[in-house]
């Protein structure tokens, strides 16, 4: 049996709630905040009644907000319903910005606060699962190299990482910028049988020509002006390791020359030196330009090419990746929510539109940078779109997006759209959101019945 808290000072209350709900559920009872807090800690119940006024200030909130607050701040994902007096009304509302999920006024009706409580329960309960399963896909994350996705494609490479990683076969790993290149070249190393040895990366595109041999190969003592003594190369630094070349298709064609040498011999010179040096590592390579084209073009090697790409791996963009993109917003939103102690617990309905919609040209790496963004400046508990940097035009677009539809669908849809935006806009107060829409609070239940709706935190668990 579930168990449910009930803090209240008025003894005739607790009685009556225990007497109208201890059929379906285990219920406690306290007369105050400590004696509130020492029965969360001892039993975790999923769901608490609060009263705003409690002792020793009955006639103000102040014990009320703490007892919130202390709540949330034992468990973030408890359902706080606050009961309130009629003149209570603005501090309840307030009290919802904290993170309460619901209030109620005084005194209580038992039929309607069963409703609530219901509700509440099967919202946390969906939340446990969502966790779960978010766990689980974090735990397939690390067995691909911390790499996040369920998508036909993302298990497809994650499968192929698997089959690759254990021999020392050449990888090349295409996609657009953002989409998580080097992730992958370091899951391939994580999983291969190099993983005790360097993972050296190095950006052939970010180092300027004059200095990219040296940076690759080394250089010896006296070799050109300013070199003042013998430097090694990351090549060397990537002994018994792996080597990663991201943005290989940026290197020049005489360099190109000097690296297929080391890739069909084994060793290396430095710049200004005489001895071949024997090195032993595996090279991963990356690029976002079009190599066939390259190729036609003469810009890069179609000799080196066939070198490097033994194996190639193509990263979809995450416009492409469908669900993905929620599974990665929400694996972020927790993420950063821990990093920066916030209390940002879900994105908000329009928020979801704007994320399965948006064509994310930056791809992951944009995505993260717009939750972080968001988290960093939001005081809200939910994202809307213009946290996450959408603009008027950007809304508008993937507002636009609607398939042809028949009427029913359409009136259905305008309807759980704005009962999700009432929801939404007023913080996740039932009661708030059906005065909004002009409804009854068991009206706007029913409705959100008929539509499979529920007031659900998508806040995650513990990236592509």
Same mark, same amino acid.
């Given at each position: 049996m579930e168990k449910l808290l009930i803090i209240d000072d008025n003894v005739d209350i607790r009685q009556q709630l225990k007497w109208g709900l201890c059929e379906d559920y285990s219920v406690l009872l306290a007369g105050d905040v400590n004696e509130g807090l020492g029965l969360f800690k001892?039993?975790? &119940? $999923?769901?608490? %009644? *609060?009263?705003?006024?409690?002792?020793?200030?009955?006639?103000?909130?102040?014990?009320?907000?703490?007892?919130?607050?202390?709540?949330?701040?034992?468990?973030?994902?408890?359902?706080?319903?606050?009961?309130?007096?009629?003149?209570?009304?603005?501090?309840?509302?307030?009290?919802?910005?904290?993170?309460?999920?619901?209030?109620? &006024? $005084?005194?209580? %009706? *038992?039929?309607?606060?069963?409703?609530?409580?219901?509700?509440?329960?099967?919202?946390?309960?969906?939340?446990?699962?969502?966790?779960?399963?978010?766990?689980?896909?974090?735990?397939?994350?690390?067995?691909?190299?911390?790499?996040?996705?369920?998508c036909p494609e993302m298990l497809s490479i994650f499968s192929t990482i698997r089959k690759v990683a254990p021999s020392d076969v050449s990888i090349f790993i295409t996609g657009e910028n953002g989409t998580g290149k080097e992730l992958v070249a370091q899951a391939i190393h994580d999983s291969s049988l190099r993983k005790k040895h360097p993972f050296i990366p190095i950006n052939c595109g970010a180092i300027p020509e004059n200095l990219l041999e040296s940076e690759l190969f080394g250089h010896e003592k006296g070799s050109f002006t300013g070199a003042h003594s013998t430097v090694q190369g990351k090549v060397e630094y990537a002994q018994k390791g792996t080597l990663f070349l991201d943005e290989i298709g940026e290197l020049p064609v005489n360099l190109q020359v000097k690296l297929l040498r080391f890739l069909q011999e084994g060793v290396i010179q430095r710049v200004g030196g005489r001895h071949d040096i024997p090195i032993d590592t595996r090279t991963v390579c990356a690029t976002n330009v079009d190599i066939a084209r390259a190729i036609k073009e003469g810009k890069f090697r179609e000799d080196l090419y066939y070198r490097i790409s033994v194996i190639s791996i193509n990263l979809p963009p995450l416009r492409d990746r469908g669900d993905d993109i929620?599974?990665?917003?929400?694996?972020?939103?927790?993420?950063?929510?821990?990093?920066?102690?916030?209390?940002?617990?879900?994105?908000?309905?329009?928020?979801?539109?704007?994320?399965?919609?948006?064509?994310?040209?930056?791809?992951?790496?944009?995505?993260?940078?717009r939750v972080q963004r968001s988290i960093i400046m939001s005081e809200s508990t939910a994202l809307e779109p213009s946290d996450l940097g959408c603009t008027t035009e950007q809304s508008e677009l993937t507002d636009n997006i609607q398939p042809a539809i028949r009427l029913k669908e359409a009136r259905d849809n305008v309807e759980r759209q704005m009962i999700g935006a009432a929801i939404d806009q007023q913080n996740g107060s039932i009661v708030k959101a059906a005065e909004v829409l002009g409804v009854s609070r068991p009206t706007l239940y029913d409705l959100m019945k008929k539509h499979n709706m529920a007031p659900l935190s998508t806040y995650p668990e513990k990236t592509l």
């Open positions: 001892k039993n975790r &119940p $999923k769901v608490v %009644i *609060l009263d705003l006024g409690l002792p020793p200030h009955e006639d103000t909130s102040i014990e009320g907000f703490r007892g919130l607050g202390e709540l949330l701040e034992l468990d973030p994902y408890v359902k706080v319903i606050m009961l309130t007096g009629n003149s209570e009304r603005e501090n309840a509302l307030k009290a919802m910005q904290m993170g309460a999920y619901d209030f109620f &006024p $005084k005194p209580p %009706i *038992l039929n309607e606060l069963k409703v609530i409580i219901s509700r509440a329960f099967h919202l946390t309960n969906l939340e446990d699962q969502n966790r779960s399963l978010q766990r689980a896909v974090e735990q397939k994350a690390g067995d691909s190299g911390g790499m996040i996705g369920q929620l599974i990665l917003a929400n694996y972020f939103l927790r993420m950063f929510n821990e990093e920066y102690h916030k209390r940002v617990r879900r994105f908000s309905a329009a928020s979801v539109n704007f994320l399965k919609n948006y064509d994310w040209p930056g791809n992951v790496r944009e995505l993260r940078n």
